[in-house]
């Protein structure tokens, strides 16, 4: 067993100042107050069937202005369509829109090297994206925020032109399984995960882990390992529990995010139990 917390020294611990102008990239599509994007409220995003009463669903409106002249403004509601298309793209849903670093707490010394490790991870991203050491993982502690950061870190960068793909891993891998027998099939529900410019894998082996769970991730995590494809992770499992489990999967993990692993124990940071 590989002591691996002494093979990376984390010296990348930067002082909260320099994080004091990084905001959500996107921030300007929350109007807080109406718990709404582009002014357009959340549910009205499920709701394919209602027609935009502003623009009739044409998506634009066309005013004249004081000349006579027609000027014509994309409606938000189109504006809207951009946010939701590019989310749903990505796998997400609009719930997960809240997971923003705005609405993540910091509360004490955990929470705020979280928040830094993962915001300096998206300003640092376009750099190192292409090397071998280009990921992070959230680990360890239900409920202390793993998800959270990690969907921060994907709608920000989103926002800069990355094309992300989230991938809750236990639908995913189930389905995955179904589609085993048939081969054209498999490819294909293998192939985003595998190739897409950045992966989310959201609770990485999560419930009851199988031999073919683990041939399965081998296959995408070896895939992006090789052509340096960058991935947030977050799981349960700790470091050393990763690579108890395979040392296949746990060692490349580990290697693509030396000095990006983010540890989280004891019960007392499960955000779900706290008083608020
Ligand atoms: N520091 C925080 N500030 C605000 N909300 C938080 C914070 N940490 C966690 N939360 C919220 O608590 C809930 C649990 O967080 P999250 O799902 O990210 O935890 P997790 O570590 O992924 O848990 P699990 O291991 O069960 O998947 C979410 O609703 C999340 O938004
Ligand atoms: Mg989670
Ligand atoms: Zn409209």
């Given at each position: 067993m590989k002591n691996w917390k002494t093979l990376y020294s984390d010296d990348n611990e930067q002082s909260d100042k320099e994080y004091?102008?990084?905001?959500?990239?996107?921030?300007?599509?929350?109007?807080?107050k109406n718990n709404s994007l582009y002014g357009a409220s959340y549910d009205g995003l499920y709701n394919e069937e209602k027609v935009c009463p502003k623009c009739r669903g044409v998506g634009f409106i066309v005013k004249r202005d004081e000349k006579y002249q027609d000027i014509i403004t994309p409606c938000s509601c189109s504006l809207k369509d951009n946010v939701k298309s590019k989310w749903k793209r990505a796998g997400l849903?609009?719930?997960?829109?809240?997971?923003?670093f705005k609405n993540?707490?910091?509360?004490?010394q955990l929470t705020r090297y979280c928040r830094n490790k993962a915001l300096a991870y998206v300003k640092s991203f376009k750099e190192i994206r292409?090397?071998?050491?280009?990921s992070i993982a959230f680990l360890g502690?239900?409920?202390?925020?793993k998800t959270h950061l990690s969907i921060a870190i994907a709608m920000n960068l989103m926002e800069l032109g990355v094309r992300a793909y989230y991938m809750p891993y236990r639908d995913v891998i189930t389905k995955i399984k179904q589609n085993m027998l048939d081969d054209e099939a498999y490819k294909k529900s293998m192939g985003k995960y595998k190739t897409s410019e950045l992966l989310i894998i959201d609770d990485?082996?999560?419930g009851k882990v199988t031999e073919s769970d683990i041939n399965i991730v081998f296959e995408i995590i070896n895939h992006r390992y090789l052509n340096n494809y960058p991935m947030v992770i977050s799981s349960e499992y700790t470091m050393e529990k990763l690579l108890d489990l395979d040392e296949a999967v746990g060692s490349r993990i580990f290697e693509m995010c030396r000095g990006n692993v983010v540890e989280i124990e004891g019960k007392e940071n499960n955000y779900r139990l706290k008083e608020r």
């Amino acid at each position: 067993m590989k002591n691996w917390k002494t093979l990376y020294s984390d010296d990348n611990e930067q002082s909260d100042k320099e994080y004091e102008n990084l905001h959500d990239a996107n921030s300007n599509l929350y109007d807080n107050k109406n718990n709404s994007l582009y002014g357009a409220s959340y549910d009205g995003l499920y709701n394919e069937e209602k027609v935009c009463p502003k623009c009739r669903g044409v998506g634009f409106i066309v005013k004249r202005d004081e000349k006579y002249q027609d000027i014509i403004t994309p409606c938000s509601c189109s504006l809207k369509d951009n946010v939701k298309s590019k989310w749903k793209r990505a796998g997400l849903n609009v719930d997960n829109s809240k997971l923003n670093f705005k609405n993540y707490k910091v509360f004490n010394q955990l929470t705020r090297y979280c928040r830094n490790k993962a915001l300096a991870y998206v300003k640092s991203f376009k750099e190192i994206r292409n090397r071998r050491q280009n990921s992070i993982a959230f680990l360890g502690q239900v409920g202390s925020g793993k998800t959270h950061l990690s969907i921060a870190i994907a709608m920000n960068l989103m926002e800069l032109g990355v094309r992300a793909y989230y991938m809750p891993y236990r639908d995913v891998i189930t389905k995955i399984k179904q589609n085993m027998l048939d081969d054209e099939a498999y490819k294909k529900s293998m192939g985003k995960y595998k190739t897409s410019e950045l992966l989310i894998i959201d609770d990485l082996f999560k419930g009851k882990v199988t031999e073919s769970d683990i041939n399965i991730v081998f296959e995408i995590i070896n895939h992006r390992y090789l052509n340096n494809y960058p991935m947030v992770i977050s799981s349960e499992y700790t470091m050393e529990k990763l690579l108890d489990l395979d040392e296949a999967v746990g060692s490349r993990i580990f290697e693509m995010c030396r000095g990006n692993v983010v540890e989280i124990e004891g019960k007392e940071n499960n955000y779900r139990l706290k008083e608020r």
